[in-house]
């Protein structure tokens, strides 16, 4: 079983927001706990770069951006001007319409109020990367069953697609860690 191209999170945490909020802490542990790569970077202008650099590698890249509105606009903005094939969710509050509205309209897929639940947050980084992985065109190999989404989903040579559990999700991937274990393709007939 082959697994696509694993998501890499580059979340920008502005310092001020960093050391005020422990909802960003909150969020990045229940990422990590999903088994999610992040990478934090405090610096808007590194991120950018880094951005730059990764723009036509095979990874399915996202961005989750933190910090002043203003701040915000001007990395959505930056970040899709490099590539259109990455996700971008800002944690912006609801209460500011006016630059949730201007993110929006400058490429931000989606985003997310820094006081909401982890399991909203979690939903919208799934519909984001979705989101991107359904716009780069994963096509599944001939008799290859494939982990997608970080392995919360499978999609089989025929092309559907079967979201997993929690306990499928964790056996699938520990699976996949043992080499001496063979094992048929029917094991994950579903009907």
């Not at 959505?76 to 800002?90: A, D, E, H, K, M």
Request: aromatic share 8%; net charge negative.
């Amino acid at each position: 079983m082959s697994t696509d191209y694993a998501a890499v999170i580059y979340w920008y945490v502005a310092q001020s927001l960093l050391e005020q909020s422990p909802k960003v802490t909150q969020f990045s542990y229940a990422l990590r706990d999903h088994g999610y790569e992040l990478s934090h970077e405090g610096d808007l202008d590194k991120l950018c770069q880094q951005a730059t650099s990764i723009a036509n590698a095979p990874q399915h890249s996202m961005f989750i951006l933190s910090g002043e509105p203003a701040d915000i606009i001007v990395a959505t903005v930056r970040l899709r001007t490099t590539s259109g094939q990455f996700g971008i969710l800002p944690l912006m509050s609801s209460h500011d319409e006016a630059a949730v509205t201007q993110a929006l309209l400058c490429g931000a897929d989606n985003h997310v109020d820094p006081d909401a639940s982890s399991s909203l947050f979690l939903a919208s980084v799934g519909s984001v990367l979705r989101r991107i992985r359904e716009g780069a065109g994963l096509k599944p190999e001939a008799n290859k069953w494939t982990l997608l989404d970080e392995a919360w989903s499978v999609l089989s040579p025929d092309g559907a697609r079967v979201s997993l559990t929690t306990i499928e999700r964790a056996f699938s991937r520990r699976w996949r860690t043992l080499p001496t274990i063979r094992c048929h393709t029917s094991i994950y007939y579903f009907s």
